[in-house]
């Protein structure tokens, strides 16, 4: 990807239509775009050979909702994040289509899993790290998604759609793993920079 945006980038400075000085933002766009389409495109792929189009879709809003205020784990590189990522929404899919629980142990589930995320949120990361402004801000956006989830909640249990509540407790129990993976990863990055010093 790296590549191509260079490439791509190099074509437009040489036929002018971006300055030379622009060239890292648009390369570092073109980048993250084309991840961005690549991810997107292999999520659709799996959740039509799954027959689960209104899962996933439930699935990326509450996750897109919980991980943009709550924050993670990051991996180092992008191949290793698509992968897991990948095989991570195929596996969340597998267990909403397979397992059954009853729906009062999806709410608690559900119950405990914000409950976590909310104590725990939001989680650095070493390379960008948050000042009490954004906390502040991110704390607030947060509390915003988490009411969002708790009405889906509420929705899905009233109309008795067990598939969309199991979507739901999966979703975030996954997101209290990603959280605490990425609170160890932090812990991890800052003792060893300790002791480079």
Not at 160 to 165: A, C, F, G, R, V
Request: aromatic content about 12%.
């Amino acid at each position: 990807m790296e590549r191509i945006s260079r490439i791509l980038t190099n074509y437009l400075i040489k036929n002018k239509v971006i300055a030379n000085e622009k060239k890292a933002i648009y390369q570092y766009g073109f980048q993250i775009g084309m991840e961005v389409c690549l991810n997107t495109i292999i999520s659709i792929i799996i959740a039509i050979i799954c027959n689960m189009e209104f899962e996933a879709i439930l699935f990326f809003i509450v996750f897109i909702l919980l991980r943009s205020y709550a924050g993670g784990v990051h991996l180092n590189t992008y191949t290793s994040c698509l992968i897991c990522s990948c095989v991570s929404f195929w596996g969340i899919l597998m267990i909403v289509k397979y397992i059954r629980i009853y729906d009062y142990v999806a709410l608690v589930i559900i119950s405990i899993s914000l409950l976590v995320i909310k104590v725990i949120s939001p989680v650095q990361d070493v390379n960008r790290p948050i000042s009490p402004n954004e906390l502040k801000i991110f704390n607030n956006k947060l509390n915003h998604s988490i009411g969002i989830i708790i009405i889906l909640t509420f929705a899905f249990y009233f109309f008795e759609l067990e598939k969309m509540l199991m979507m739901i407790a999966v979703t975030t129990l996954f997101m209290v793993c990603i959280l605490f993976w990425g609170k160890l990863n932090y812990i991890r990055c800052v003792k060893n920079s300790r002791l480079i010093r």
